[in-house]
């Protein structure tokens, strides 16, 4: 599965929105976005995952670049609860081996 | 939807002892349950992946016999640290998953300290 490179932290306004970017150069065509976080002390919790098309749920939108090569996750209107460790991690169709890299820890800043 | 239960949040127990942490999909069948460690500053480690029904499998350098898995049903698995001791205190947090495309869902993990 491809490597991914995320900045390691970030500070983000409150209200304001936060776009955490990621490289994934060595994706492959059958390999998936996933972004998770981890609030302090607590299990990573799934956010967004896309192929190619952005994507949008309650929480987030992703944004895949067309050559696939990188992405961005973005929290419209940031809070203080979204402080957290946020994951980006490229996996094959059917695999389950998630990879937590050190992620970008996320300080959202009253 | 896609709720997983970890049970107990936290545990403190003496040297030797043996410790049981249980993982539940409340709301869905996991075709698949994951154990993950996870020690301070660090990131989460994957320790084993068991199927319901057949024994885990363990990633190296996870001793089977010390971290002992049981995957009874599609909706519970267990972890069993054996004779823990000091050095296996860590953040234990286990996930599930239905397969396919899907992603894996987490429990909110286990604290346990061992003194």
């Known amino acids: 599965d491809a490597k991914t490179t995320q900045p390691p932290s970030m500070d983000c306004a409150e209200g304001r929105a936060a776009n955490l970017p990621c490289n994934h150069s060595?994706?492959?065509?059958?390999?998936?976005v996933y972004w998770y976080r981890q609030i302090h002390s607590q299990g990573p919790q799934y956010i967004i995952h896309?192929?190619?098309n952005n994507e949008t749920n309650e929480m987030a939108s992703l944004i895949i670049t067309e050559d696939r090569k990188s992405s961005t996750l973005i929290l419209p209107h940031a809070t203080l609860r979204d402080t957290a460790v946020y994951y980006c991690?490229?996996?094959?169709?059917?695999?389950?081996?998630?990879?937590f890299g050190t992620g970008t820890r996320l300080t959202v800043i009253p | 939807g896609a709720v997983v239960s970890q049970h107990p949040s936290r545990v403190i127990c003496k040297s030797g002892t043996s410790v049981k942490i249980e993982c539940r999909s409340l709301?869905?069948?996991?075709?698949?349950m994951f154990w993950y460690r996870q020690f301070p500053k660090q990131s989460l480690m994957l320790m084993a992946t068991s199927n319901e029904g057949s024994k885990a499998t363990y990633e190296q350098g996870v001793e089977k016999d010390k971290f002992l898995i049981n995957h009874a049903s599609l909706t519970l698995s267990t972890l069993t640290v054996t004779s823990a001791h000091p050095e296996d205190s860590s953040f234990y947090i286990c996930?599930?998953?239905?397969?396919?495309?899907?992603?894996?869902?987490f429990g909110d993990g286990t604290r346990l300290s061992i003194l």
């Open positions: 991690i490229v996996l094959r169709t059917g695999a389950n081996n998630l990879f």
């Open positions: 896309g192929l190619k």
């Open positions: 996930s599930a998953w239905t397969g396919g495309g899907q992603p894996q869902h």
């Open positions: 709301d869905f069948q996991a075709t698949t």
């Open positions: 060595t994706i492959s065509g059958n390999e998936y």
